[in-house]
């Protein structure tokens, strides 16, 4: 009979799905048996019709036998959650001969435009083609004519929905609405968007749906992946359909991308490089809606709906330029996006005309980031100086209106805005930056160049305290406000913390640095410590409110948060710092027991004792630090080196050469020889050929020179 193979009963226990502990809200009222989905937590029906699954966190309370006084205290069971589907319209298809009759025209009027006419020639402007309907004047110098939508208002365009397109999904509005309430927490550290007091899941699904969904899909990720998963793949897919198949261009789609790419959730997908594609499309929208171009900015005598209009634009656009140059700084990219008088002058019109304090949040982390732009640009030219670029005093004239500047942008941040988390992260971080800038990237640095060596160990050991700062505020931060922290916010902490892990040990390109002392002030074990045994269990954010009902449904309780994500990162990096740590401890233990060793005991004088006999010729000295000590206390003049014929040397001892400069000088004793350096070591300046007079000390036998 053929045996069974041992694989099978493994493959079979694997493929056992998970027990259902308790149905979900929607099998519960089809009256359905709960079976569980390919997905860990989610029902097989949840997953098929794309709904999410929501558990209770307990079995229903059951109805009490008999009429019991007690039973009437008893609370009625909860009704089941509400849900909700967002609708989303596309621009409608249009006739295919409308768009040639179009095309027609306007290769028409160009061809009329291409030789200039007289006034008997010239003809009143067709309506037709003069109708905004018509679009604009067709130029070969533009090729991408803008659509409807540009101009913001998308009311005249006609519209389809997109039902047909898929199943619809349905969300559960309980867990949106605190996924919307915890964005709130969120938006300070990047307020690109504006969320009225008044704003619920409704209403934000009838005005501003594109929004409530990049909204969702950032806060989701740390609750409940298969929310997330739900949100994020109709974020992507509408996304899609609207920016590609339809080519809609309006200030809606701006935000919604500027939010998810704010909040990019990349502990989910490490490995995935789709946030450099969504960063293109933001840019791409603010050059379609000419966001970047300078426009009438006298908000004084425009209507309140106009004015909020155009601070919402102002918004989008310096948002944009915020998360794009956050990206390029990380990432050691060219920027693409550049901060123009046009910029400074949203910065200032935001200011005056709005009374929000995540304006001027705004405001003030849009011209930090500039400066932080100007320095990195001015790094970049160290390492790729010639002759044509910019020398050394120009650049220090440029480094030092920069710092300038930096004050004075620091100095007139108010106190209120000055201690929030997101500025005081961002002034700390430009601050360290410009003080060990060539260490504070992710790439590996590299110094080719040696001549003009960009690392300075003053600044470095300045840069220790600037990090210590940084650390400090950071730690002390509970790990809720760490898990709202935006793209720009991690990736600064990554970089500080990539800046101090190369401060812990030596830095070969600058031998000045001490690096005992800059882990004594910066104590970055410690903090590694912090960071990676952050508490979060203590959190009472709404966004974990899912994780026993995860727990129920059969799934993991494992959280999935940032901070989370973060501790296992920090972890091994730990490791690895406390491995090098101790190589390097013991490397310095190990030269400070030779260094104040006896050398009779360490077994150096090892290779000394052949000298009694005689057999110097073939010995190797190098690598003793009494040889090399004995080498560095003679000059080039020593006649005891470099004596071409020595005669006041006894024979057996042999003569020396011009070159044989390697052999140590060997006196009448050995204590004699292996001491001879000791003077210039401890600092006192002996020079041989002064005190002896070498005149007629040929005549002078070995006896004589002996007792001198």
């Known amino acids: 009979m053929e045996q069974p193979s041992p694989s099978k009963p493994q493959a079979r226990a694997h493929s056992k799905p998970n027990k259902m502990n308790y149905a979900c809200e929607a099998c519960r009222i089809s009256k359905l048996k709960c079976q569980s989905g390919p997905q860990p937590g989610i029902c097989k ?90 679009g604009q004047t067709f130029s070969f110098n533009d090729l991408s004519m803008p659509t409807p939508s540009l101009t913001g208002s998308t009311t005249s365009t006609p519209s389809r929905r997109m039902s047909s397109l898929g199943i619809k999904p349905q969300f559960n509005l309980d867990s949106a609405a605190k996924l919307l309430e915890s964005f709130r927490s969120m938006l300070p550290y990047c307020p690109c968007v504006v969320l009225p007091d008044d704003a619920d899941v409704r209403s934000m699904a009838r005005s501003m749906p594109f929004v409530l969904l990049a909204i969702l899909a950032v806060t989701s990720c740390s609750s409940s992946l298969q929310g997330h998963s739900l949100y994020d793949e109709e974020f992507r897919k509408v996304l899609g359909l609207k920016f590609v198949a339809g080519g809609e261009r309006s200030v809606e789609l701006l935000q919604g991308l500027i939010i998810y790419c704010s909040w990019y959730p990349f502990h989910l997908r490490p490995k995935n490089k789709q946030l450099k594609q969504y960063l293109r499309m933001i840019e791409d929208l603010v050059h379609d809606l000419e966001l970047d171009e300078e426009t009438d900015m006298n908000l004084a005598f425009k209507s309140p709906e106009r004015r909020e209009i155009k601070l919402q634009e102002i918004r989008a656009y310096l948002s944009c330029f915020y998360d794009t140059s956050i990206s390029s700084w990380a990432w050691s990219r060219p920027y693409t996006l550049k901060y123009t008088s ?177 882990r004594k002030v910066m104590d970055f074990g410690a903090i590694l410590t912090k960071l990676s045994s952050i508490d979060d269990d203590a959190e009472s954010s709404p966004r974990d409110d899912e994780t026993a009902s995860n727990k129920a449904a059969g799934g993991s309780s494992k959280k999935i948060n940032v901070v989370t994500a973060f501790k296992v990162v920090l972890g091994s990096l730990k490791a690895k710092f406390e491995k090098k740590s101790a190589d390097l401890e013991a490397a310095v233990e190990e030269n400070g027991r030779r260094a104040h060793s006896c050398p009779m005991l360490d077994g150096s004088l090892d290779q000394y004792i052949p000298l009694w006999e005689g057999q110097q010729g073939n010995m190797n000295f190098t690598g003793s630090p009494h040889t090399a000590s004995s080498q560095s206390g003679s000059g080039s003049g020593n006649y005891l080196l470099g004596a071409p014929t020595n005669s006041m040397l006894p024979s057996g001892a042999g003569s020396g050469t011009a070159t044989g400069y390697a052999k140590p000088a060997m006196f009448h004793d050995l204590w004699a020889t292996m001491t001879m350096g000791w003077a210039t070591d401890m600092g006192v300046d002996v020079d041989m050929q002064q005190e002896v007079d070498m005149a007629g000390i040929g005549n002078t036998d070995y006896d004589d020179f002996a007792g001198l």
Request: proline content about 7%; glycine content about 2%.
């Open 342 to 518: 046009w910029m400074a002058k949203c910065c200032d019109t935001l200011e005056q005309y709005s009374d929000l304090e995540q304006d001027h949040i705004l405001a003030w982390l849009v011209r930090l980031q500039y400066i932080l732009n100007e320095f990195e640009v001015l790094h970049r030219s160290y390492k790729k100086s010639s002759d044509g670029d910019q020398n050394e005093h120009q650049r220090k004239f440029i480094r030092l209106g920069l710092e300038t500047q930096l004050r004075d942008f620091q100095s007139r941040i108010p106190v209120h805005l000055s201690s929030t988390p997101s500025i005081l992260m961002a002034s700390l971080a430009i601050d360290a930056y410009i003080l060990a800038a060539p260490l504070m990237q992710t790439l590996r640095p590299r110094f080719d160049d040696t001549a003009n060596s960009i690392l300075d160990a003053t600044k470095l050991q300045a840069a220790t305290y600037a990090v210590r700062a940084f650390f400090d505020y950071t730690t002390s931060l509970p790990a809720e406000q760490i898990g709202y922290f935006c793209s720009a916010d991690i990736a600064r902490l990554i970089l500080t913390i990539i800046l101090a892990y190369r401060l812990s040990f030596p830095l070969p390109a600058c031998p000045g640095y001490d690096c005992i002392q800059g």
């Open 45 to 134: 029906r949840c997953s098929e019709f794309k709904r999410e699954c929501v558990f209770r966190t307990s079995p229903r309370t059951r109805r009490p036998k008999g009429s019991r006084p007690e039973a009437e205290t008893l609370p009625h069971p909860p009704g089941p959650s509400k849900t909700f589907s967002i609708d989303f319209t596309m621009p409608a298809d249009v006739e295919l001969h409308d768009n040639f009759d179009d095309l027609r025209e306007k290769h028409e009027r160009f061809i009329d435009d291409l030789m200039p006419s007289s006034g008997e020639d010239e003809v009143e402007d067709d309506p037709a083609i003069t109708s905004p309907s018509a």
